[in-house]
């Protein structure tokens, strides 16, 4: 079965990086998109980035825009976010997702978050 | 990037019928995909495409659109469907995703 297993998370000082990981398992990890979307604590789902299934387009939201990369290595079924620069607002848990199939704004399974604190 | 507007909160009779509304620029050209979220818990997908249940997604739940307003319908509301409901799509551009602010729907 579909297993997206997000870690990385943890409490950073403003300012300070941290790279987050999603670990895919159960489905051909090469053939899909792969997005990152977060949600403050009591606040509503924001798209973050997505990655194409072949790595050669990324896009980002305006609030992470050239703080925030993503990659993917295929070798390992793995997608992570790199996240440089952060800022309290950053604070969220942030859940790893998958494409649907011919649906690329159709997130059919995601992981189960990791929270990220950004607190001096 | 375009911006997707829902409802706050949304209350229903156990049994009756809801619908959740989200609206949008964008929705003229892109389907919206529909996610429920129980407290302490990852999103579900639960319409995208035109119609589309995921697998295990019961059919009472049911999706539309028309203009710039996606709806989701649940027909029979129970109360396992008391949670919030974001509906997402494509922004004008189609390179960006943007999500909707979130219904609250009560099952009263």
């Keep these: 079965q579909v297993q997206l297993v997000e870690s990385g998370g943890g409490v950073v000082q403003p300012g300070r990086s941290l790279r987050l990981s999603c670990a895919a398992s159960g489905f051909t990890f090469s053939s899909y998109g792969m997005h990152w979307v977060r949600q403050a604590p009591g606040k509503g789902l924001e798209w973050v980035a997505v990655i194409s299934f072949d790595g050669s387009n990324k896009y980002y939201a305006d609030s992470v825009k050239g703080r925030f990369t993503v990659s993917r290595d295929s070798s390992k079924n793995t997608f992570y976010l790199q996240m440089n620069s952060l800022r309290v607002e950053d604070t969220a848990v942030y859940y790893c997702a998958k494409d649907r199939s011919g649906y690329p704004h159709s997130f059919d399974y995601w992981g189960q978050g990791t929270l990220v604190t950004v607190s001096s | 990037s375009s911006e997707l507007t829902q409802d706050p909160a949304v209350s ?73 409901y974001y509906c997402n799509s494509r922004d004008s551009s189609g390179n960006y995703v943007v999500f909707g602010g979130g219904t609250k729907l009560t099952v009263l």
């Design chain 2, 12 to 84: 229903v009779a156990l049994g009756q019928t809801v619908r959740i509304t989200c609206q949008g620029d964008s929705l003229r050209r892109y389907y919206a995909s529909w996610y429920q979220q129980k407290p302490g818990q990852a999103p579900v997908l639960v319409i995208y495409g035109k119609n589309n249940r995921p697998s295990g997604i019961p059919d009472r739940f049911s999706g539309s659109s028309s203009g710039n307003t996606a709806s989701l319908t649940i027909t029979g509301a129970q109360a396992e469907d008391e949670a919030d």
